[in-house]
């Protein structure tokens, strides 16, 4: 007698979703590839975020960079605008409001130091000017104090120092900015026309015809960032 095995609609069906289920799922190296993909795409965008970043912080060191130059640039011209050229004596009309019994006696009326410095293996110009000039402004109200000044501009380890010395002899310090690795001065000679590294007017006994004035600021690399200007003397362009 035959026997005659008979299979369901049921079973059927649950012989091919058994046959679906089997092949649907992913397999280990499915799953590896795909995880290889992700870390491949995740280098690629966080080495992009990261080269922008490094970009944007080289650009905002650098506007940080010329912020400071201009600064440094806008004092020192104003300065040098105003110098006085004639050495304040008290009691005469040629010293602009200056009292009676002042101490201040500097024989000089312009000075210009050449000098170096090393850092980390490096020279520097190191460079110092000092000068009179009617640039102060009384800050106090009725204060004893003349408009004169003797103007100091020099370095202090990395940082461009502003001195003014009244008349009164009161000595007022203000830092102008920082990160500064070198700072040098030039002078136009008037005879010759040429520029010269160091000025004494009471050897030249006039004032340079004007000032070149490069600041350098810390940078990429030991050469920094240089930034030059020119200032003209109105006073010496007069006498």
Do not use: C
Not at 109 to 138: C, K, M, N, Q, W
Not at 192 to 212: C, F, G, H, I
Request: aromatic share 8%; glycine share 8%.
């Amino acid at each position: 007698m035959r026997e005659v095995n008979v299979i369901g609609e049921s079973g059927r069906g649950e012989a091919e979703g058994g046959r679906r289920g089997a092949s649907g799922g992913f397999t280990l190296l499915e799953i590896l590839v795909s995880l290889a993909i992700l870390a491949v795409l995740f280098t690629l965008v966080y080495g992009s975020f990261n080269a922008t970043y490094r970009v944007s912080e080289q650009l905002e060191e650098q506007a940080d960079s010329y912020r400071l130059a201009r600064l440094g640039f806008y004092h020192l011209a104003k300065d040098l605008s105003m110098i006085y050229q004639t050495k304040p004596i008290p009691g005469q009309p040629t010293s602009p409001q200056l009292p009676p019994g002042s101490a201040v006696t500097k024989s000089f009326l312009f000075l210009g130091e050449d000098r170096t410095r090393t850092i980390d293996g490096t020279d520097y110009p190191d460079d110092l000017i000092r000068f009179t000039a009617v640039s102060h402004g009384r800050t106090l109200r009725d204060a004893p104090e003349s408009d004169w000044a003797l103007i100091s501009y020099g370095l202090e380890e990395e940082f461009l120092m502003h001195e003014a010395a009244l008349a009164n002899e009161r000595v007022i310090r203000n830092e102008i900015g920082e990160e500064v690795l070198g700072i040098n001065f030039r002078y136009l000679n008037r005879a010759d026309k040429n520029w010269v590294d160091r000025w004494d007017s009471e050897n030249t006994k006039e004032l340079p015809l004007a000032v070149e004035i490069e600041l350098i600021l810390r940078g990429r690399g030991k050469e920094g960032l240089r930034f030059k200007t020119t200032v003209d003397l109105p006073m010496a362009r007069r006498s």
